[in-house]
């Protein structure tokens, strides 16, 4: 079956809306096998060869697609390399689209500058967005950002939003919100005025949480804190 669709992919063209679909089918799939490898190389080609700008939506669903797939591989790294000049050059990202983009970035790690650029790419998007993000969204956004450390400047960037994101929202957390939240922030040290005030924004909206922790949001909460 990869076989067959690396085939397809390789010989028949793809606009931008179908590069993106295809990488949100793959977002059950690990990059830890050689065949998704493949793939994403060819869709690659794809995304660089593309003359139309992807839609903003479609950016969202692309980058959630990418969920599974670890910075460590090379192919995962150009791809995102791809993808960074598309979000650069894309109409407004709402906020599902941030909180999908974000949390599709749960497996790559900042010590790479592929990571870092696409980072750069999408801040000046959540910085510009003028709707409020729910909790599930800031939950995503933050969970998505767990392999990140915050000595990076790209990191530290999109905290400070996140964190005026948290501050405006009205909305009570769930409890697994609160929990991943807290998780995504795990490689953060508080040595950064950043990450405090993300912290500071956060204890009230943890205040206001209705629901009772279980042991692993509670644990997950606890692991986020360990820096």
Do not use: W
Not at 40 to 61: M, S, W, Y
Not at 69 to 89: F, G, I, K, Y
Not at 109 to 137: D, K, W, Y
Not at 199 to 227: H, K, W
């Amino acid at each position: 079956m990869f076989r067959m669709i690396y085939y397809c992919i390789g010989t028949e063209p793809l606009d931008a809306v179908s590069v993106a679909n295809s990488l949100y089918g793959m977002r059950c799939m690990s990059s830890s096998h050689v065949e998704v490898r493949r793939i994403l190389t060819a869709l690659t080609r794809h995304i660089n060869a593309c003359v139309e700008e992807l839609p903003a939506k479609q950016i969202g669903n692309a980058l959630y697609g990418m969920r599974n797939m670890s910075s460590r591989h090379a192919e995962v790294r150009e791809l995102l390399l791809a993808m960074s000049r598309h979000v650069t050059n894309a109409g407004m990202l709402d906020a599902q689209a941030i909180g999908n983009s974000l949390y599709g970035m749960r497996q790559l790690s900042a010590e790479h500058p592929e990571v870092r650029t696409l980072l750069r790419a999408l801040i000046p998007h959540a910085a510009a967005c003028t709707e409020q993000m729910n909790g599930q969204e800031i939950a995503n956004a933050l969970y998505g950002l767990r392999l990140m450390s915050s000595k990076h400047k790209e990191v530290r960037g999109m905290l400070e939003i996140l964190t005026v994101q948290v501050s405006n929202c009205t909305q009570p957390f769930r409890a697994q919100e609160v929990g991943n939240a807290m998780y995504g922030m795990k490689n953060m040290s508080s040595d950064h005025a950043e990450v405090r005030e993300l912290l500071t924004a956060i204890a009230p909206v943890m205040m206001r949480c209705r629901d009772r922790l279980n042991p692993q949001e509670i644990s997950n909460a606890f692991v986020g804190l360990q820096y």
